[in-house]
T-cell receptor
Framework: GQQVMQIPQYQHVQEGEDFTTYCNSS?????IQWYKQRPGGHPVFLIQ?????EVKKQKRLTFQFGEAKKNSSLHITATQTTDVGTYFC???????????FGTGTLLAVQP | NAGVTQTPKFQVLKTGQSMTLQCAQD?????MSWYRQDPGMGLRLIHY???????DQGEVPNGYNVSRSTTEDFPLRLLSAAPSQTSVYFC?????????????FGEGSWLTVV
């Protein structure tokens, strides 16, 4: 079945360092969404990418959708302690309404 | 603006007991879903609904039932709780379909089955 994997599972950085998480789907996605979940909290929507090769920026966060629409990345420049949390990508399963989440990347930022 | 409201926030059950996790949204969203989150497993879709009277299975539906009698409410029922159902449960909703629309999550329900 369709799988959405993320790497790395965990990343520990010093404050000010950059961070990247990668999302890979076994099938082509019509769109991809990114969510952030703070420790003890619930997932919160960050952004959606739809077009092949699309790049979107939100302040220090840069999101990219691969040309083949099977992979995506989230890059954070100069991490801050407020960036701590788990970042999930998610994509629809085929042409259905089911949104399948990736395994997530937990980011720890040391001050 | 309440958004997505889940109750209870915490629950301890004994094996074999039944219970219902409540979920309500006030955004008039058609699409609602239930996820469970386990360490290292991410979020896994249990059941979802594209509108009142319509439900469908997700990735891990066994042991759970749902119904959607109104647009606002989407309860999740555990008929006979098992320790494997110890998890954090999130209800979510979005407008129209779940594909291509922002999903709003409730704050979660922490369930322990002993």
């Amino acid at each position: 079945g369709q799988q959405v994997m993320q790497i790395p599972q965990y990343q520990h950085v010093q404050e000010g360092e950059d961070f990247t998480t990668y999302c890979n789907s076994s099938t082509t996605l019509s769109n991809i969404q990114w969510y952030k979940q703070r420790p003890g909290g619930h997932p919160v929507f960050l952004i959606q990418l739809v077009k092949s090769g699309e790049v979107k920026k939100q302040k220090r966060l840069t999101f990219q959708f691969g040309e083949a629409k099977k992979n995506s990345s989230l890059h954070i420049t100069a991490t801050q302690t407020t960036d701590v949390g788990t970042y999930f990508c998610a994509g629809p399963k085929g042409a259905t309404n089911k949104l399948i989440f990736g395994t997530g990347t937990l980011l720890a930022v040391q001050p | 603006n309440a958004g997505v409201t889940q109750t209870p926030k915490f629950q301890v059950l004994k094996t074999g007991q039944s219970m219902t996790l409540q979920c309500a949204q006030d955004m008039n969203h058609e699409y609602m879903s239930w996820y469970r989150q386990d360490p290292g497993m991410g979020l896994r879709l249990i059941h979802y609904s594209v509108g009142a009277g319509i439900t469908d299975q997700g990735e891990v539906p066994n042991g759970y039932n749902v119904s959607r009698s109104t647009t606002e409410d989407f309860p999740l029922r555990l008929l006979s709780a098992a320790p494997s159902q110890t998890s954090v449960y999130f209800c979510a909703s979005s407008s129209q379909t779940g594909s291509g629309n922002t999903i709003y999550f409730g704050e979660g329900s922490w369930l322990t089955v002993v």
